[in-house]
């Protein structure tokens, strides 16, 4: 696993700040993407590593984290341990 503390994110243009929940039943995937960069630390400490992560450069632009819905226990830690609505 990556130090964390070497990760280089970039910050967004506040307007252009998102997270993206989706949940694609057909998959059976429970699917969280941000380019929140306090968000980003956050899933990284409560879930681990993403599923991907969008460069621009060297900097990391976003992260996607992809979780099967038989995964509870993951989901649970996203809804009730990350922040996801507070602005920053």
Do not use: C, H
């Amino acid at each position: 696993m990556k130090d964390e503390n070497k990760k280089i994110y970039k910050e967004p243009i506040k307007t252009e700040m998102e997270t993206n929940i989706n949940v694609i039943y057909s998959e059976n995937v429970f699917e969280i993407y941000t380019n929140n960069v306090s968000l980003q630390r956050q899933l990284n400490k409560i879930i681990g590593e993403p599923t991907e992560e969008y460069k621009i450069k060297r900097s990391i632009a976003g992260s996607k984290w992809k979780i099967s819905l038989n995964d509870q226990s993951k989901i649970n830690k996203i809804v009730l341990r990350a922040k996801i609505f507070e602005e920053k």
